[in-house]
């Protein structure tokens, strides 16, 4: 093996172990903005006002249906008020129940297609969370703990 080539071959393998460790938000600004309007309006609104506002709040959510979803629960962790949002929405069941289930369903897809784990270190780095505890929900499955310890 040349020189040239074992020098490359290393350099990927940096690039590829730093990239593990990394997890960068790469959402635009429509997603970011339906993310903040979903949590910010279950976190603030009593169960009545929610149901005037299920339609608009349904479409919020399918136009995101997309965004991953550790990409979609850092969004919210790394912004102190949506965190704070998202702590108030798991006081009502009412609110809670639909999330978590909306959330984990998305867990679920990417915990099957294998692109959870990848992502775990990183993720865990920028929302400040137990690693070990991410790790051990995410082999449960167990989403609501997930978010809960997080919060």
Not at 52 to 64: A, E, Q, V, W
Request: proline content about 3%.
């Amino acid at each position: 093996m040349s020189q040239r080539t074992l020098l490359l071959v290393c350099v990927l393998l940096l690039f590829a172990k730093v990239s593990a460790n990394e997890f960068t938000l790469n959402l635009n600004n429509h997603e970011r903005r339906a993310i903040s309007e979903i949590v910010t309006t279950m976190g603030e609104k009593n169960i009545a006002r929610l149901l005037l506002d299920s339609t608009r709040l349904t479409g919020l959510g399918n136009s995101i249906e997309h965004v991953p979803p550790l990409q979609f629960l850092g969004f919210i962790l790394s912004d102190p008020y949506l965190k704070d949002c998202l702590r108030q929405i798991t006081l009502s069941y009412f609110k809670w129940s639909p999330f978590i289930d909306g959330f984990g369903n998305n867990m679920n897809v990417a915990y099957v297609e294998g692109s959870l784990f990848k992502d775990l270190i990183g993720f865990s780095k920028l929302v400040n969370g137990n690693l070990s505890l991410l790790e051990m929900y995410t082999y449960q499955r167990d989403w609501e703990q997930f978010v809960k310890c997080l919060l």
